[in-house]
């Protein structure tokens, strides 16, 4: 099933949507990658695994209204929105080609480029968020429900 939504919620009813972070795009990318706020705006995550402490922004999507789709991507000197995930909210996150989450649960990290991957658990890397489903994402970039940590 193709996903059509960053965003997807919280698991209880008590929050009230997504926190918005609004910028320029600094660099082009599409929804669901990591991205990072800079004094001239939001650009991709270039963070590694092991810095900690990392703010979890999400790229959102163009919206159909705005002419745009989820694989729309934003170009430089558009005016684009992140989600600021919280604890517990479910977004589609961009997950690098090559990794086989086998289980729900999977501890994802950031991959450094603005995707994440499966971290590395001995306490090194600093987990971002769990996989909510199971997929091989094979040879490509490819969106995966997840839960912030």
Do not use: W
Request: net charge negative; with cysteine.
């Amino acid at each position: 099933m193709a996903k059509r939504k960053i965003y997807l919620g919280p698991i209880d009813s008590g929050l009230n949507g997504p926190l918005i972070v609004e910028g320029l795009a600094v660099d082009a990318f599409t929804a669901g990658e990591l991205l990072v706020q800079t004094a001239s705006g939001l650009a991709t995550s270039s963070i590694a695994a092991t810095v900690f402490n990392s703010e979890c922004l999400v790229a959102s999507e163009i919206s159909e209204s705005e002419g745009g789709t989820i694989a729309t991507a934003h170009t430089i000197g558009d005016t684009a929105e992140a989600i600021a995930v919280r604890s517990g909210e479910f977004v589609n996150v961009a997950v690098a080609a090559s990794q086989n989450i086998t289980s729900k649960g999977t501890a994802l990290s950031s991959n450094g480029n603005g995707t994440l991957k499966i971290a590395v658990t001995d306490g090194t890397e600093q987990v971002l968020f769990y996989s909510d489903e199971i997929v091989n994402t094979g040879g490509a970039v490819a969106l995966v429900t997840v839960r912030k940590a």
